[in-house]
């Protein structure tokens, strides 16, 4: 099998005649991958738009459930919306899990979270051709709303599972057209009365690997195909609100103008500079403007930063600093600056114990890569209530969150081959 990389989960299903592909760790994953790839994928971007509680949410839902039913397993769905696939009964405690998410950002590429689910079940299948006998419950889930697209809140499902989102804060979110998540739920035949905490559930959960492809360069770098996960980084999201007073762009002198838009794009300069001078990230990816018009003086921006830190310290000075830069600069302007803070997740520092055992069972001749994520993942929520651990496919061009995602064939099968070790390890010796 080549080397290449390919930005469409199509393209690494068409190697199955490569080699590789013939194990059972790569038949199965290429032709789940094969089944999957359409979904959700726009025709003219060549990127996804599996939104939460969508029609294309709904086709992967029904993907993911063929697919426990083709193996035999028990399906459910929880009260939150995520979906679970038993090998082994539940009611039997500390159970191992895996798997990922399956919805994406706008236009986002192939590999992240849909990986992560179609190599849980194509793990499962090589535990079975192994003929091992696991002596605890195994589950492959698929977590609801991990990005957060479309009511701007990442880890919507894992969040309410893990009692991080309380019920009436989730239903007030609301996505872009008005829609609130109830509404939506409900509209997909799930019941948003049920949504909250779910303690027993996460009781029976002895430990949880997600796999996922790297959203960087290290192991292209320097590492193997497979690496194991130290800790994610601290991060969260805050919402700008700058209000100026709308006008006419051509009558309007420069010096009676109250622009927004002046105050807004001197912050995300101000956050560029902030943030590479601690060695932190920070990014305006979203806008809204109002009214919108071309010739129109803007009355409101809107722009919501996403910013991340190797700890929380750095963070929360980065974040106080792009506020200060805001304010000043609408002082300014004359420009009202409000910043208010939608979510925040803490610094992960993932099991020591179960960190080193991945690892140990993955490459246990030679060390594994280890190695931190900025990224935010299901596995980093679950954390403060069972034990957690991640393994990253390499991505030879470090892109994420775009169409351009891509991971080597062989890659993607070393993975699924390292995840059936590590479910062998945990859940059958």
């Not at 492809?213 to 192991?219: H, N, S, V, Y």
Request: one cysteine or more; charged letters at 20%.
């Amino acid at each position: 099998m080549t080397r290449g990389t390919h930005d469409t989960p199509g393209a690494a299903g068409s190697a199955a005649s490569a080699g590789a592909p013939d194990s059972i760790a790569g038949s199965g994953f290429h032709a789940m991958w094969r089944d999957l790839h359409g979904i959700g994928r726009h025709p003219r971007t060549g990127g996804y738009r599996r939104y939460a509680w969508s029609a294309a949410d709904a086709d992967c839902r029904a993907w993911f459930r063929q697919e426990a039913a083709a193996r035999g397993l028990a399906y459910e769905v929880d009260r939150n919306g995520n979906q679970w696939a038993w090998l082994g009964d539940p009611a039997q405690g500390d159970a191992v899990v895996t798997g990922s998410h399956l919805d994406s950002v706008p236009d986002g590429g192939a590999f992240d979270g849909p990986l992560g689910v179609v190599s849980a079940f194509a793990a499962l299948d090589e535990l079975r051709s192994r003929g091992a006998r696991p002596g605890r419950p195994l589950a492959v889930v698929n977590f609801g709303d991990e990005e957060g697209a479309r009511f701007g809140l990442a880890c919507v499902g894992s969040r309410l599972t893990a009692g991080q989102l309380r019920p009436e804060q989730a239903r007030e979110l609301r996505d872009a057209g008005g829609v609130s998540l109830p509404q939506a739920m409900e509209a997909a035949g799930h019941d948003p009365d049920a949504i909250g905490p779910d303690p027993e559930r996460l009781a029976g959960i002895g430990a949880f690997v997600e796999l996922h492809i790297e959203q960087g360069r290290a192991l292209d770098l320097g590492g193997g195909p497979v690496g194991v996960a130290s800790a994610i980084w601290p991060h969260g999201r805050w919402r700008f609100d700058f209000g100026g007073q709308a006008n006419h762009a051509g009558t309007t002198r420069l010096e009676d103008r109250r622009d927004p838009m002046l105050t807004y794009a001197t912050t995300v300069l101000a956050a560029r500079k902030k943030a590479r001078l601690a060695g932190a990230l920070a990014t305006f990816g979203k806008v809204q403007v109002e009214p919108n018009g071309v010739n129109a003086i803007a009355s409101l921006v809107r722009g919501w930063l996403d910013s991340r830190a190797a700890d929380e310290e750095t963070l929360a000075t980065v974040v106080a600093a792009i506020e200060q830069a805001a304010c000043e600069r609408g002082a300014r302007d004359g420009v009202d600056v409000t910043v208010t803070r939608e979510s925040f997740t803490p610094v992960v520092e993932f099991a020591h114990e179960l960190r080193d055992t991945l690892a140990a069972l993955v490459s246990p001749d030679a060390p594994v890569p280890v190695l931190p994520t900025g990224a935010g993942h299901d596995a980093g929520i679950l954390s403060a209530a069972v034990p957690t651990a991640m393994l990253f496919v390499r991505n030879p061009t470090g892109v994420s969150h775009s169409p351009a995602e891509s991971a080597a064939e062989d890659d993607c099968v070393a993975g699924v081959t390292a995840l059936a070790d590590v479910l062998e390890g945990l859940a059958c010796r």
